[in-house]
């Protein structure tokens, strides 16, 4: 079975492939202070809870956008897994081409979206990652990474307007019954939710429009779903899209 880890600023998102079926996913907290040894623990205590050993795992692929996290990991999979992990970085065939002015600036984790998009939907197709930032990640016809667009995350943001104004509570990220907030708690879930739906719609039409064509809509990271209920402008939403890119480019690199 492929182990594929993404790490992300806010999460680390975990699936585990046996082929082209996915067995499990979970999510776990990123932090930098946590060792190999203690990521070792707490991955393999998730793992058995799903009824998997350290055993079943054959390969591992990773990629991270978190790049003190990158050898923790590499070193916990080689010590606790005795597999080398396939790590995405510069010179690992992806099966796309970046054009962008310096390829090597591009997120590990965008070009896996990218990878996955192409495989599943073809192009064109614009992919929006809401996760720690919101992304926007555009896929030519021919499959080509064409570039995109990068917002603070719903989260960021929301987190930001708690810390930096002091009558300001900290909130739970749902959408409110209606726009015009009655009271404080409403009127910022209403301000961040529905200005983040503002947000994406005008990002995918403004993109639509420069390309000269409707395209479809991708979401994926931990509040694409909150997100495309109140929107008819995402086409699907897909939870799983780093983890598929990642299966995607550990076969396209299997000896």
């Given amino acids: ?17 046996d082929g082209e079926q996915k067995k499990t996913t979970f999510q776990m907290t990123t932090s930098i202070h946590r060792t190999a ?12 809870s799903r009824g ?10 990773l990629c991270s956008v978190v790049p003190p996290l990158t050898s923790i ?6 010590r606790y897994f005795d ?30 979206d990218a990878v996955a998009a192409k495989h599943l939907y073809g192009g064109p197709v614009i992919i929006v990652d809401m996760g720690t930032g919101t992304t926007f990640e555009i896929v030519s016809k021919n499959g080509d990474y064409l570039g995109g667009a ?4 719903i989260l960021s943001s929301a987190e930001a307007l708690f810390q930096r104004a002091a009558m300001l509570p900290r909130i ?16 910022m879930k209403s301000g961040v939710v529905y200005g983040y739906v503002g947000l994406v719609e005008s990002m995918v039409q403004r993109i639509q429009k420069e390309l000269g064509a409707k395209i479809k809509v991708v979401a994926t990271g931990g509040f694409a779903g909150l997100i495309a209920r109140q929107t008819k402008i995402i086409d699907e939403v897909n939870a799983d899209l780093t983890l598929i890119g990642l299966r995607l480019i550990y076969e396209m690199n299997r000896e």
């Fill in 1 to 17: 079975m492929l182990l594929a880890i993404d790490i992300g600023n806010t999460e680390i998102t975990v699936g585990v492939f």
């Fill in 37 to 48: 040894d203690e990521n070792a623990v707490l991955l393999i205590s998730i793992l058995k």
């Fill in 52 to 61: 998997l050993e350290v055993f079943d795992i054959k390969d591992v692929a």
């Fill in 73 to 78: 990991f590499d070193d916990m999979v080689k």
């Fill in 83 to 112: 597999i080398s992990p396939l790590i995405v970085a510069a010179g690992i065939k992806t099966g796309i081409r970046i054009c962008m002015d310096n390829p090597k600036e591009v997120g590990a984790d965008r070009i896996v």
């Fill in 150 to 153: 990068i917002a603070p995350g």
């Fill in 172 to 187: 739970d990220l749902t959408a409110p019954n209606r726009v015009i907030g009655t009271n404080t708690i409403d009127a």
